[in-house]
């Protein structure tokens, strides 16, 4: 399934396209926004089908994809739509002005065959400074004959005035409960791990899908189990942890911490007494539950911003090792190891 229907959720954005479609009345310029793989872009290249249609759908604003300009829109081999997409060999990827400027000399023309040139820009916060106010200039002179899509998780990153000129549409987060399902009904995912992904997902079906893949999910629940178990052990038990922590790599070692932070927060939102249905470590609610039973809502707080200190000290190389030393002393006990030994 294809076109508006084929896109997860988002019902109420597409619903007011397709009805500003229909009624001749879609702004010029419009400006989709949401988290990243939240289905933005599909948004949008289903806006310049359905605004190209020649098919019956297209009275309902919406694009039948079996007509010569969505199949070719489809292909990317339709002359009237362009997508542009920030230059990725680069360090620090831009969309640059010449890109921009190639783009606004065939917008002085007319469309070759489509009722309505469609440019999509891509990330659009890539853009340039220059290619920014390059567009700008058009987007303040519409011709009527080009629709500009920009796309972008970054909204704040694009200058004010291109903003301004633009339409917005806001794409929410997904419900979990719809990531979940679409995971397990169209990406076969298996339900247990369909949970925890789409929990951890920040209603973005793309992550969850990133997250779904065999072995993503499972560090997190290993460092998760071994410090809960500190809990039981002794100072050698965590000496021994730390030091295995001190050896994995930075990036490793920073996504472990990173995930000790969403189990403090889960156990703290247990510990408040809030609904075991916002937890994200879903697979792992026992130990939430054991943790919450034991640890005040401020000591869980403070656990978690024991964690963002050692993350900030290892970003400015202090010692791995001691810093996880001090940091599981005090998940393992809320002592320090000099009242351990
Ligand atoms: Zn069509």
């Known amino acids: 399934m294809e076109g508006f229907a084929g896109i997860l959720g988002h019902e109420r954005a597409i619903g007011i396209l397709r009805r500003s479609i229909v009624a001749g009345r879609l702004h010029h310029a419009t400006l989709i926004v949401g988290p990243v793989g939240v289905g933005k872009r599909r948004v949008a290249d289903a806006l310049s089908r359905a605004l190209n249609c020649v098919g019956e759908s297209a009275a309902q604003g919406a694009p039948c994809e079996a007509c010569t300009h969505c199949l070719r829109i489809a292909e990317g081999i339709h002359p009237d739509v362009r997508v542009v997409v920030p230059d990725t060999s680069k360090a620090r990827p831009t969309i640059p002005i010449a890109v921009i400027r190639e783009l606004l000399r065939e917008v002085n023309y007319r469309p070759y065959e489509a009722r309505c040139r469609v440019i999509i820009v891509d990330e659009a916060d890539a853009l340039t400074e220059e290619a920014a106010n390059a567009l700008l200039k058009t987007l303040e002179e519409p011709t009527g004959e080009t629709l500009f899509a920009l796309v972008t998780a970054r909204p704040q990153r694009l200058l004010a005035t291109i903003r301004s000129r633009c339409q917005l549409v806001r794409l929410a987060p997904l419900p979990r409960a719809l990531v979940q399902r679409h995971l397990v009904e169209q990406a076969g995912v298996p339900l247990e791990r369909a949970e925890v992904c789409a929990a951890f997902s920040e209603g973005s079906i793309g992550k969850a899908l990133m997250l779904s893949q065999e072995g993503v999910l499972d560090a997190r629940r290993e460092i998760i189990e071994a410090v809960a178990a500190l809990r039981e052990a002794d ?107």
Do not use: C, M
């Open 235 to 341: 100072a050698l038990d965590v000496f021994a942890l730390a030091s295995k922590q001190a050896r994995v790599g930075n990036q490793e070692l920073q996504a472990n911490l990173e995930s000790l932070k969403t189990f403090y927060r889960d156990v703290a939102l247990a510990s408040a007494g809030a609904n075991d249905d916002r937890a994200i470590n879903v697979d792992l609610r026992p130990l939430i539950a054991q943790a919450a039973s034991e640890l005040t809502l401020e000591a869980a707080i403070r656990h978690i911003e024991q964690i963002d200190a050692v993350q900030s000290g290892l970003r400015a190389y202090v010692d791995a090792h001691l810093l996880l030393e001090d940091l599981f002393f005090s998940l393992a006990s809320g002592r320090s190891p000099r009242s351990t030994l």
